[in-house]
Each structure stands twice: as structure tokens, then as C-alpha cells.
């Protein structure tokens, strides 16, 4: 049994879907850590039933984020409803479903990093090898940055305040054996109901 809760953005003519998106992504990632530190892992996986990638044109995450979980506790933890109280012009969140695992199809939902700065590589490099940091952007001299076409979302990062895009990708995968998940509810490898 496999119990979710949906949320459905609603954009208007005054704020675009992208920013709904981003600022429930955003509330979700904080509700996520929380629910995290809470268990020791993360039990609650994120899916997006409305998710295109049709290069080159059409590729979105939708307009719906459903947040699944094995057991009714974690969801429960998560307080979707107060969480998500101030933007209740532009998101609707339904109550808790359950769906039996017999005879559903899997997904897993992954972020995809993509390396666009060579300096950053380089401080990372020094940071964990010892290397001068010379050194290390010597090893970056002919760095060309890597591009993505997917869906994603902008987000903010909460320790250095940068904006970042996160990559999702969605892969057809089997019914999972284990079933932990990042703090975005994302994993390259756990899969979830796959229902539209």
C-alpha cells in the first residue's frame, strides 16, 4: 500500500507557474530535512504526474507534485497543509489517498547536476585533495560547461544563498525494494507509483 498527498499549483495572470513551482519546492525541500532528521533518512519520495521531456521544445515538471510514502506517519509529520498555508491562493492540497501496489508502474524521479563552473570544481578540488587552489584550476583549463534541456525547477540555496537549477528526470523503473529518498524526495534509484 502506498499512501500520497497531491498538490496542484494554480498559476494566475500575476504569478507564473515557475515561481508557484519554485517556492513549494523550496517549502518541500525544509519539510523534507525536518521529516529527515526526524527518521535518520528521508521516507518520503516526490513524483510529477503531469512531468514532458520532448526535445526540444516541450519539457515541463507539470503542474502537480504528488509526495508519497509507504506508511500514513511520515506524511503525517510533513504538515503539508500548514506548511503550505500562505500560498493557498496558488496551491490546492488534497488530503491523504492510499493506492494498493498491486499491478502499478514505477518511476524513479532523479536530479541530474550538471558542472558549469570551472571555479567552482576547482574549490571543490582544492577543498577535498589538498591541492593548491592553483592547482587545481590548472586542472580546469579546458573545462567546457555542460548544458541540460530538462525539466527543472530555480531554486536558492539555503547555506550560500546561490541560485541553482535542480534537474529532474524521470526513468520507468521497477516496484522498489528499498525506499529512502534525498531531501528533494528524489532518487536515482528508489522508483514511485507512477499514476497520472
Not at 498538490?7 to 518541500?28: H, K, N, S, Y
Not at 570544481?121 to 589538498?130: D, E, K, P, S, V
Not at 537549477?165 to 529512502?180: G, H, N, S, Y
Amino acid at each position: 500500500m502506498y499512501h500520497y498527498m497531491e498538490l496542484t499549483l494554480l498559476p494566475d495572470q500575476q504569478v507564473a507557474g515557475a515561481e508557484i513551482m519554485a517556492r513549494v519546492m523550496d517549502v518541500l525541500h525544509l519539510g523534507l530535512v525536518n521529516v529527515s532528521h526526524a527518521y535518520g533518512y528521508n521516507p518520503l519520495g516526490l513524483a510529477f504526474p503531469d512531468y514532458r521531456y520532448e526535445p526540444p521544445r516541450k519539457r515541463s515538471l507539470g503542474r502537480k507534485i504528488r509526495v508519497y510514502s509507504q506508511t500514513l506517519e511520515p506524511l503525517a509529520a510533513l504538515d503539508l497543509r500548514t506548511q503550505l498555508q500562505r500560498f493557498e491562493d496558488y496551491v490546492h492540497v488534497r488530503g491523504i489517498k492510499s493506492v494498493a501496489a498491486q499491478g502499478l508502474s514505477f518511476a524513479c524521479f532523479k536530479r541530474v547536476q550538471v558542472q558549469t563552473s570551472s571555479e567552482r570544481l576547482a574549490r571543490r578540488r582544492a577543498q577535498f585533495t589538498g591541492e593548491s587552489l592553483a592547482q587545481a584550476r590548472a586542472r580546469y583549463v579546458e573545462f567546457v560547461p555542460e548544458q541540460s534541456d530538462l525539466p527543472s525547477v530555480a531554486l536558492h540555496s539555503h547555506s550560500n544563498q546561490h541560485l541553482f537549477r535542480l534537474f529532474i528526470a524521470k526513468q520507468p523503473t521497477v516496484a522498489p525494494t528499498e525506499w529512502r529518498f534525498n531531501t528533494y524526495g528524489l532518487s536515482d534509484t528508489v522508483g514511485v507509483p507512477d499514476i497520472r
